[in-house]
């Protein structure tokens, strides 16, 4: 729409490799050069690994082909392109630049604990812990649910050096929650038995 300022950044990628980083360093949002190994570089690229498993667990509800799926399928979607959007967050360590990004709003939030409460309200209350399993689609989900946990990790080690948003750390710290809740989900709408932990074995 004219006259309407858009905060989606204008990117164009005309060559994959460049070899500016051979040398062990890359360049972060607004230009600066960081270690590969640098708490930054660490909290955004573990939030970018998360992405890649849910698109395997969104790709693998899509194959499974139930429609009480649909619209997780759907929303996942919306979680992948919200974890771009802070990951980018993490990536800028300029506050002023970081306005000019997409951010995650706290209505995300809320939109996020709805479908935590949606699809627990099926579930039957827990008197173990789960063990991940009973299904490729339930360990998928744990999967990532446990990368989800790393990368809130990084991110809250990050805030320690340097600025972080609150709302960042809170959004993976729920999207994790999702994760565990909907592996259970999974499990409940195919029919699988729960694997829970038993310590006495």
């Known amino acids: 729409m004219a006259g309407k300022k858009s905060n989606s950044p204008n990117i164009r990628i005309n060559k994959v490799y460049t070899r500016t980083g051979d040398g062990g360093k890359t360049r972060i949002v607004g230009g600066e050069k960081r270690s590969k190994d640098d708490p930054r570089v660490e909290a955004y690229g573990s939030v970018d690994e998360l992405n890649s498993h849910l698109g395997l667990c969104r790709d693998l509800l899509i194959k499974n082909n139930r429609n009480e799926f649909s619209g ?28 000019n990004l997409p951010q995650i709003k706290e209505a995300s939030i809320n939109v996020l604990e709805s479908e935590i409460d949606f699809a627990n309200s099926d579930l039957g209350e827990l008197k173990s812990f789960v063990l991940p399993g009973g299904s490729v689609l339930n360990s998928q989900f744990h999967i990532a649910r446990n990368i989800c946990r790393r990368a809130e990790r990084r991110a809250v080690s990050l805030s320690k050096s340097e600025s972080v948003e609150a709302i960042n750390i809170i959004y993976l710290n729920r999207l994790s929650d999702a994760l565990f809740v909907w592996s259970r989900w999974i499990s409940h709408i195919l029919n699988d038995d729960e694997n829970l932990w038993e310590p006495s074995r």
């Open 72 to 99: 997780l399928i759907k929303y996942l979607k919306i979680v992948q392109n919200q974890l771009f959007n802070l990951g980018t967050q993490l990536a800028c360590p300029n506050g002023k630049l970081k306005n």
